[in-house]
T-cell receptor, first 114, second 115 residues
């Protein structure tokens, strides 16, 4: 059962708000990812966690703050976002981090910043 | 650096016709290659993956792709299109020598199916 669950599916927030996106997987995967996808564009990697430690940060602004509380959960904390941050945020996981490992995606959280 | 090029941002075929979505990669060493599909308002779903075991890779929903090293291509095909195939398709590449699971996506091809 390959399933990555993301909540909420839709989020509208003001530029001064603090909110969080949540992601959960129960496949025993030890690598988890956050991607950002703008309309009609491919996903762009933001962060990679490997064994609950931050492995890759693709120079993402500090208003995005990832957190991996345990091997099944991944959060993305949002603060002082800009309207241009409105996008689909995709969580994903793979068995381990490494070339060739299949990455399984969740359905995404649609974020609108007003 | 690894990259993939998808020729054609939009492909339209009739229901029952052959689907051909093109993908070319740039790498001196054959990378891992993937095709993902994204239905409207959904996440990405893996269609198939090339690892080197076989050059013809069969995936879900009747799709398959053939790895051709001489052409640095990994085109996606389906013999007979169905209305439910309408979606965005992404070709992606992962460097074999990399310890990171960094997948580089192509720009995507939107597939439309005409009744």
């Amino acid at each position: 059962d390959t399933e990555v669950t993301q909540t909420p599916k839709h989020l509208v927030m003001g530029m001064t708000n603090k909110k969080s996106l949540k992601c959960e997987q129960h496949m025993g995967h030890r690598a988890m990812y956050w991607y950002k996808q703008k309309a009609k564009k491919p996903p762009e990697l933001m962060f990679v966690y490997s064994y609950e430690k931050l492995s890759i940060n693709e120079s993402v602004p500090s208003r995005f703050s990832p957190e991996c509380p345990n091997s099944s959960l991944l959060n993305l904390h949002l603060h002082a976002l800009q309207p241009e941050d409105s996008a689909l945020y995709l969580c994903a996981s793979s068995l381990i981090q490494g070339a060739g490992n299949t990455i399984y995606f969740g359905e995404g959280s649609w974020l609108t910043v007003v | 650096a690894q990259s993939v090029t998808q020729l054609g941002s939009h492909v339209s075929v009739s229901e029952g016709a052959l689907v051909l979505l093109r993908c070319n990669y740039s790498s001196s060493v054959p990378p891992y290659l993937f095709w993902y599909v994204q239905y409207p308002n959904q996440g990405l779903q893996l269609l198939l993956k090339y690892t080197s075991a076989a050059t013809l890779v069969k995936g879900i929903n009747g799709f398959e792709a053939e790895f051709k090293k001489s052409e640095t291509s990994f085109h996606l095909t389906k013999p007979s299109a169905h209305m439910s195939d309408a979606a965005e398709y992404f070709c992606a590449v992962s460097d074999r020598s990399s310890s990171a699971s960094k997948i580089i996506f192509g720009s995507g091809t939107r597939l439309s199916i005409r009744p």
